[in-house]
């Protein structure tokens, strides 16, 4: 009789495989919304350090006269050909300190520069050239984010600008951080049209924003 009883509570094999099917499409359906989610905080998290960032900038200004640091980001540093159309320019690069550094005085905590989504990347999204930031770019050079330095170059004013809202001024080293898709190869260039980027414009407000807006805010002129 006890044995009967054994017999009758255990699963056939027919069961346990619908148990294992159910429990796969369940997966399925739950882990893209987990993965989502993340991206979002991350994202969120992000779009919290650049607005430090901007706060620093212009706390920095306001010791100098409303002019941004004549600062470099890590691409300018160690690529600078990318102003050879510029040699006045070029010729400073040297001699610039890292914006990141400069603005170490004006922050809390050097983790604002490190976008919780970098894992890196080998090809600079807007020139093409080889730019090994692996395995992220805050662990390598000390910042996720890159700067529009022509507004040091220039010697922008805060409040100089006549189109601020759409000058992109502290943003993503690559957009594939924040795509609907990452790409974790050496193949990104030319940037992929699902490419996103959290961008600091120069009147302080943060945003995220597709690679052709991005493109756009590059076009604006100072």
């Known amino acids: 009789m006890e044995v009967n009883e054994v017999r009758a509570r255990a699963f056939t094999l027919v069961e346990l495989l619908t148990v294992i099917a159910i429990i796969a499409i369940l997966a399925a359906l739950i882990f893209p919304v987990f993965s989502t989610a993340r991206s979002k905080a991350r994202q ?3 779009v919290s350090n ?3 960032v901007g706060l620093s900038m212009e706390m920095y200004a306001t010791d100098y006269d409303d ?3 004549f600062a470099v980001d890590p691409t300018d540093r160690f690529t600078p050909e990318i102003w050879n159309e510029h040699p ?11 914006l990141h550094e400069v603005l170490q005085p ?3 905590s050097k ?3 490190k976008c919780p989504s970098d894992v890196g990347y080998k090809v600079q999204d807007f020139t093409g050239l080889p730019f090994d930031t692996t395995p992220s770019a805050y662990a390598r050079y000390g910042s996720s984010y890159l700067f529009r330095t022509e507004i040091a170059f220039r010697l922008s004013r805060v409040g100089g600008f006549d189109r601020s809202a759409e000058i992109n001024m502290i943003f993503d080293g690559v957009g594939k951080w924040h795509g609907t898709r990452l790409l974790f190869n050496d193949q990104d260039f030319p940037p992929d049209p699902t490419f996103r980027y959290n961008c600091l414009f120069a009147d302080l407000h943060v945003k995220n ?3 052709e807006e991005m493109r756009r805010a590059w076009s604006v002129p100072l």
Do not use: G
């Open 44 to 46: 969120t998290s992000c």
């Open 50 to 52: 650049l607005r430090q």
């Open 67 to 69: 002019i941004y640091p």
């Open 88 to 98: 006045y320019w070029q010729r400073f690069i040297p001699f610039m300190p890292m």
């Open 106 to 108: 004006y922050q809390k």
């Open 111 to 113: 983790a604002i520069w």
């Open 209 to 211: 924003i597709s690679l």
